[in-house]
DNA sequence: GTATTAAATTAGGGTAGGCTAAATTATGAC
DNA sequence: GTCATAATTTAGCCTACCCTAATTTAATAC
């Protein structure tokens, strides 16, 4: 039996916390971004724990076995290669992708997947500037990015990604010129206010808040792997 | 809150079997077509009687309601939008399309179905030759058509639909290059055999079961509200 | 009208996925 | 070490869907 979409919803979501923060994964911590009761998150571990998608401690926390990240990163791959394929070829609004993508990846099948990627080409990134999983479904190396509010004043930057969490946050950045593969200059970095960056030659002063969901990386850096400016739409 | 895909499908089955013979549409009809065992539908139509979205006669059937059947509708067109869009722009081998567009009709959004439509320049026939509804939802008029086995012998036809049920029997009629919008010539009827057709020079021998699923028109009657030719592709 | 039969419903039971409230366990302060 | 707190699990309940088996109703034959 293939995964229900909570079923890989809950996976996806202990693959994103174990990246950020690694194992072991609390049970509050996936509730809460998937806006779920607790209770109701323990009995889905329970159930991803006799189909071994995941090992867990009780009152410890969770990780994924092999199995499980390969439904996670499988999950994921469809995930971005849907956010590329609705901005590239059906003219959704970068911001709205994430959306529409989050529902369909659950009911999409191989042979869409398949047919996507080569109507694609096989990119290697998405419109926020993460990474595609190949075929082989091994799991991305997340390329290690500084986000925007811990960057020194004076930099010379290239935005490498913007997460894709919040809608409007995501209409402001594009509103404001700010996507993957823009060079900014930081002008000012204040402690607990805004951020003011030079954007194509104009000052944007963007909320702490939001800057930190953009991820940037030093001119310098820039190199294959990372690989940002294929995708330089704004 | 929007109907879960049982709900769709259910109502999409009754509206199917209304047109085919009209209402009242019996609980078994309804779950041979579902594939669910009879009790699983007596309990669905319980579901669909208190949403209002259809009115029933203990033990004699059930009818759509007025928002039942635009609920019907609206899941038709995702399909047909769908399977127009998968034959169009995802290369879908025609026999192939159906399968796909059965799932993901439940799981598309205002905006996607809009953007489809847009993209596909606002097709009126998908392509086995079934009408799209419109935005507004209104049913689209079935044109009045003869299965292939009614017809008599030395007609100069064209085929206006190929059913969609049967995967085996579209790769079947797609290999022997009958399409919607192909023009035949009905060389013999036998009563419990085959059916032979002249198919672009060729004779091409149709066993009846599969004959019953290909609608066709009288090359007289060929007209714009019909409008096969649009989608000759074989 | 009665008997047969087919169709439909009811009865009873199962799993997934959701909740709140109560109990339990781990953790950090002191 | 004890205590307060936060995280986690358990207990108990709900709905949607799914099933089989038993019952009831409708329709048909005679």
Redesign the interface.
Known sequence: MSPSPVIEDTLKTIYHLQQEAGPPVGTSAIADRLDKAQATVTSTLDRLEDQELITREPYQGCELTDKGRTVAVEVLRHHRLLETYLAD????PWE?VH??AD??E????E??ER??AE?LENPRRDPHGDPIPGEDLEPPNQDPMTPLSACEVGDRVVITRVSDRNEDDLAYLADVGITPGTAVHIVDVAPFGMITLDVDGTEQAIPEEVATSIRVTSLNDVDDSVSVDHRGDA
């Open positions: 070829h059906l003219d959704y709205q959306e529409e529902r369909l659950h009911h999409i099948s042979e869409f047919r996507l109507t």
